[in-house]
């Protein structure tokens, strides 16, 4: 984490304040990945922790797609808990905080929801993986933001796979559900 205080050094004596924005963010970004990090080695607390102060940073650069990315890191760690209605709470939390931006990242979100519905068998899932593919149309992964370069076509085409593991197959969702993905939402 020498990285980050560094950065909390020059921003303690820039004036500048689009260039402290931008440092808060690249602070965030580092937490977020060092969070993920910490996920993938179990040490859940310590990933948390830096998932909120990510999540504080985020706020205070004003960026809604870096807070958005570390609310769908924080839903693979919940997920991974066990905890799958936690996970969808960060997923439409992220959701939200990426709305009207940053195509990538939404459809990485969206795509995660679906994920995180299929996993209880909800069909709201097709739902999610529409929007997903629809939003992703317009996105330039590889250039969009550094957490958004892993997810490529493939990825987003992998997202179906979970219907499989829901006891039902994806062909079999189909013919009453996309209906359904396709009329508009009531209320």
Same mark, same amino acid.
């Given at each position: 984490?020498?990285?980050?205080? #560094?950065?909390?050094?020059?921003?303690?004596?820039?004036?500048?304040?689009?260039?402290?924005?931008?440092?808060?963010?690249?602070?965030? #970004?580092?937490?977020?990945?060092?969070?993920?990090?910490?996920?993938?080695?179990?040490?859940?607390?310590?990933?948390?922790?830096?998932?909120?102060?990510?999540?504080?940073?985020?706020?205070?650069?004003?960026?809604?797609?870096?807070?958005?990315?570390?609310?769908?890191?924080?839903?693979?760690?919940?997920?991974?808990?066990?905890?799958?209605?936690?996970?969808?709470? #960060?997923?439409?939390?992220?959701?939200?905080?990426?709305?009207?931006?940053?195509?990538?990242?939404?459809?990485?979100?969206?795509?995660?929801?679906? #994920?995180?519905?299929?996993?209880?068998?909800?069909?709201?899932?097709?739902?999610?993986?529409?929007?997903?593919?629809?939003?992703?149309?317009?996105?330039?992964?590889?250039?969009?933001?550094?957490?958004?370069?892993?997810?490529?076509?493939?990825?987003?085409?992998?997202?179906?796979?979970?219907?499989?593991?829901?006891?039902?197959?994806?062909?079999?969702?189909?013919?009453?559900?996309?209906?359904?993905?396709?009329?508009?939402?009531?209320?």
């Amino acid at each position: 984490m020498q990285h980050r205080a #560094e950065l909390a050094a020059i921003i303690d004596t820039t004036a500048n304040e689009s260039l402290r924005r931008r440092l808060v963010t690249a602070i965030g #970004e580092t937490e977020a990945l060092a969070g993920w990090t910490l996920f993938d080695l179990g040490r859940h607390r310590d990933a948390l922790r830096l998932y909120q102060s990510a999540l504080d940073n985020a706020k205070e650069a004003g960026d809604g797609p870096l807070a958005a990315c570390v609310l769908t890191y924080w839903s693979y760690l919940v997920s991974n808990q066990g905890n799958t209605a936690e996970a969808i709470n #960060e997923l439409n939390d992220a959701a939200e905080r990426v709305r009207g931006s940053a195509p990538a990242t939404q459809a990485w979100v969206l795509g995660r929801l679906a #994920e995180e519905y299929a996993q209880g068998g909800d069909a709201r899932a097709l739902r999610a993986l529409d929007r997903a593919m629809s939003v992703f149309d317009h996105a330039s992964p590889e250039t969009e933001r550094p957490w958004t370069a892993f997810f490529t076509p493939s990825r987003l085409g992998s997202l179906a796979l979970p219907w499989t593991g829901c006891g039902r197959s994806w062909n079999s969702c189909l013919p009453t559900d996309v209906e359904a993905v396709r009329r508009p939402a009531s209320g």
